[in-house]
Structures are given as structure tokens and as C-alpha cells.
């Protein structure tokens, strides 16, 4: 059996791949909190499917490169295989928003939020081994199932109670709690799962390994993860803003529809005309108290 190092660069590559586990959690969650308060089912479909790229793309899929860095054997070149490597970043993305969509649509319940749960733990095993399945080495790679069924019990329960958190607890600091929760639960699972890993070289051959070096794929991983993440950003910050204007140009209770466009926010910049210094002005009712004036009394 071939020897494995797991952590090649020191403390570097776990602590890099905890961070993006950490900030890819706490985007998708926040986007799903924002999901279970959207007015539409559109809106409320459009936050999920940015939570599941934040969640599946950065947390889980680029946390598993970037802690795959630090794997080396020193007998073996490791190598990767190009397409298997990106079937697995849409197998994160997929899989976790089905999750997310079982536990952020329609009403609370303790069933969806532990079918969600599933479904994202699920997604985060999934992944896993298909970006171990991409791993070529001049040898074959075997695990021990005690530890491969701990790694799937990890990522499951950990992932449930993250989504638990976010969708009966209100606020921030719940949902930064709750995103640590799932960056435990990303790098719990990802090391149990390697420590799983045996690896038995072949002695036939000259030892060269197909695939590319993960040096090399590191830059276009890295690259398409970056814009995934500012694109998820900049998405989020759209649907949030297209929620505050659709918010301010709403009707009030007892307004006629027609005449919501007509109100301007006061120096407050807001519609509501519960503020008694500073008004709203409604084009409506300054022409209804015009013509009350002209009225001869």
C-alpha cells in the first residue's frame, strides 16, 4: 500500500479550503433566508438558484480542490482528469439545489428541512467522490467503507442542521453560526473521506499518469470559481435592489394602484406616510387639496 501525504503544504491548504467552505455557505445561506421571505415564487426561485451556486460552486466544490492541493503521493504523480473534474462542480451545484429548493419552498416543516438536509449532504458526498473519480495515480484507489459511511453521516446531519438554522432563525448571527456549521461539515466530510482512501501502486508500467497536474488546473478552477462568486454577488445585490424599488413603488393599504406611481419619497426616502415631519408627496392628493381651495365657501 502506497504512502498518502494529506496535508503536503502544512496548515495552508486546510485553512484555505475552511474559508472557502465558510464564505460559500454564508452567501447561500443568506440567499436562502432572503428565499423563504420573497414575496413571489419567482423572486423566492431566483434566490435559491443563487444560494445553490454559492453553496455547490465555492463551499463544496472549490473548498475540495483547493484541500486536494495538499494531496500527494510521494511514489505516484497525481493527476486529474478534466472533464470528470467539472461533471462534478454541476453534480455539487444540482444536488444542492434540490436541497435547497425542498427546504426553502412553501411552508416550514421539520420533513423539509431534513429532506433538504439530505439532499445537500448528499450533494456535498457526491461531489466528492466524483472529484476523487477525476484523481488518476499510477496505481489503484480503494476505500475503507467504515470511513466513507462516516464521511456521508457527517456531511448529512451537518448539512441539515445548517438549513435548520437558517430557516427557523432570524438574523445574522444565526446564519453566520449556521454557515460555520456547514463549513465544518464540507472539511469534516472531505478529511474523513480521504482518510478512507487506499491506494495500491501498480508495479507494471513506467508510472506515468494521464490527466493534468493540479497546478495547472488550479488556475482555470480558481478563475471560473472567482466569477461565479462575483457573478452570485452582483446577482444578489440586483434581486435585492429590484425588491427595494418593487417595495417603495408598492401600493399602500387603501391607496388605489394606480396612484402608487404617483408617490414620491419624502427626505427619508420612503413611501410611508407614517413619518409627520417629512411627508411623502402624493401628485394626487396635492391636486385634490388645490381644487378644495378653489372651492368658494
Not at 443563487?50 to 466544490?61: Q, V, Y
Not at 460555520?180 to 482512501?197: D, F, K, P, R
Not at 429590484?242 to 393599504?253: L, S, V
Amino acid at each position: 500500500m502506497a504512502e498518502v501525504h494529506h496535508f503536503a503544504y502544512g496548515w495552508f491548504n486546510p485553512v484555505t479550503a475552511y474559508l472557502m467552505a465558510f464564505i460559500g455557505s454564508l452567501l447561500g445561506l443568506v440567499c436562502t433566508s432572503r428565499a423563504r421571505r420573497a414575496s413571489t415564487a419567482g423572486r423566492r426561485a431566483r434566490w435559491l438558484i443563487i444560494a445553490s451556486l454559492s453553496i455547490g460552486g465555492t463551499g463544496i466544490w472549490l473548498m475540495h480542490f483547493m484541500a486536494m492541493i495538499g494531496f500527494d503521493v510521494p511514489a505516484s504523480p497525481v493527476r486529474y482528469d478534466p472533464v470528470v473534474t467539472f461533471i462534478s462542480l454541476a453534480l455539487a451545484v444540482a444536488t444542492v439545489g434540490i436541497g435547497l429548493f425542498i427546504a426553502g419552498q412553501g411552508p416550514r416543516s421539520a420533513l423539509r428541512v431534513v429532506a433538504g438536509g439530505g439532499f445537500t449532504g448528499l450533494g456535498v458526498v457526491a461531489m466528492h467522490y466524483t472529484g476523487m473519480a477525476a484523481m488518476r495515480v499510477a496505481g489503484d484507489v480503494s476505500y475503507d467503507f467504515g470511513l466513507v459511511a462516516a464521511s456521508v453521516l457527517i456531511a448529512v446531519v451537518a448539512a441539515t442542521v445548517a438549513l435548520w438554522f437558517t430557516v427557523t432563525v432570524s438574523g445574522m448571527r444565526a446564519i453566520t453560526a449556521a454557515a460555520a456549521v456547514m463549513g465544518v461539515a464540507v472539511c469534516g466530510m472531505h478529511y474523513t473521506a480521504m482518510a478512507a482512501v487506499r491506494i495500491t501502486l501498480r508495479t507494471d508500467g513506467d508510472g506515468e499518469v494521464s490527466g493534468l497536474s493540479p497546478f495547472v488546473l488550479i488556475v482555470p478552477i480558481v478563475l471560473l470559481s472567482a466569477l461565479c462568486l462575483i457573478g452570485v454577488m452582483f446577482s444578489a445585490l440586483q434581486a435585492m435592489t429590484q425588491e427595494e424599488f418593487d417595495g417603495t413603488g408598492a401600493a399602500r393599504p387603501g391607496q388605489h394602484a394606480a396612484n402608487a406611481a404617483l408617490v414620491i419619497p419624502g427626505p427619508r426616502g420612503t413611501a410611508d406616510a407614517a413619518d409627520p415631519v417629512n411627508p411623502p408627496f402624493s401628485l394626487a392628493r396635492a391636486l385634490a387639496d388645490r381644487n378644495r381651495a378653489k372651492v368658494p365657501r
